[in-house]
DNA sequence: AAGACACGCAACCGCAAACAA
DNA sequence: ATTGTTTGCGGTTGCGTGTCT
């Protein structure tokens, strides 16, 4: 199988209908985040063609993600929500792993259910690149010594009590900046965890409804802007306007 | 310093199940 | 009941990077 090996940029004419492959850049993510933040998701399919580029108050459709479904299906579940867990696997993890496979074999979205933040793949390399090798060896070794024994090795140190979690450096750093119709606004900056996005857009939720509320209860006419942006890659000024911002409150 | 090698992980493919028309 | 479409899953590939020689 060839897989292209660059990155799929977004909006190069000269592949203007094929659909993209490889792997994702940073503004192919804020693309589906966005999209699937404030719409959410009626078939992947369609995510990918909604998530055009939004740009002063249009819709600007030549900017579609040129993407299938299938693989904005996968670079969400995989990589972009926002309750994925961000730090490695753990000691106790890997126990869970190797106590799940023994019962549920390779069904690894079962046991990927069974551990929250965990997605299927993640604990399918995990298993295939560490674990397996590891009984492997232990295999190896046993029956060297006369030992048929296949049960896994014990782990060895788990690099993770020794250090603080580290963002994986390909995972986007989103920014964001809230803006209300008078000109006041908030702003803040993170990993794309999307946890502190999540929570500080909740907060926010939180103080406009009962500022709402405080002012007749009504709907807002207010305008709000939210952007997110990759801090690596887009100045920090870039803003992008959503039409129909409101509707996202209530998807948070 | 440079090439070889090993490893981790993102993303692809094919297939099957679920669902809609 | 049939056909077409979408989704979800597991296996696999190959790029990027770190380590070794």
Not at 12 to 17: I, L, P, Q, R, T
Not at 137 to 150: E, I, L, P, V, W
Not at 198 to 206: C, F, K, L
Request: charged share 25%; proline share 6%.
């Amino acid at each position: 199988m060839a897989r292209k090996p660059i990155h799929a940029g977004v909006g190069d004419e000269g592949e203007a209908n094929k659909e993209r492959k490889g792997l994702w850049s940073p503004e192919e993510d804020e693309r589906l985040f966005t999209q699937i933040t404030y719409h959410g998701v009626s078939t992947w399919s369609s995510v990918a063609q909604l998530a055009g580029k939004i740009l002063n108050f249009e819709l600007v459709t030549d900017f579609w993600l040129r993407r299938s479904g299938k693989s904005c299906r996968l670079r969400w579940m995989n990589y972009l929500r926002p309750d994925l867990k961000k730090e490695p696997i753990s000691k106790r993890e890997e126990e869970t792993i190797i106590s799940l496979q023994r019962s549920l074999g390779n069904r690894w979205s079962a046991i990927a259910a069974r551990m929250p933040g965990r997605t299927d793949n993640e604990i399918k390399n995990y298993w295939n690149s560490r674990i397996r090798k590891r009984r492997n060896a232990a295999g190896n070794k046993a029956s060297r010594d006369g030992d048929s024994s296949t049960e896994p090795a014990p782990a060895e140190e788990d690099p993770t009590d020794a250090a603080p979690a580290p963002i994986p450096s390909r995972f986007p750093v989103f920014g964001c900046q809230l803006l209300d119709g008078a000109g006041g606004g908030i702003s803040f900056a993170g990993s794309g965890s999307g946890e502190s996005i999540q929570s500080t857009i909740t907060q926010q939720n939180a103080s406009d409804e009962s500022e709402a509320e405080a002012s007749g209860g009504g709907q807002s006419n207010m305008l709000h802007f939210l952007s997110f942006f990759d801090q690596d890659y887009y100045p920090a000024d870039l803003l992008v306007d959503v039409p129909g911002a409101m509707d996202a409150w209530e998807i948070i």
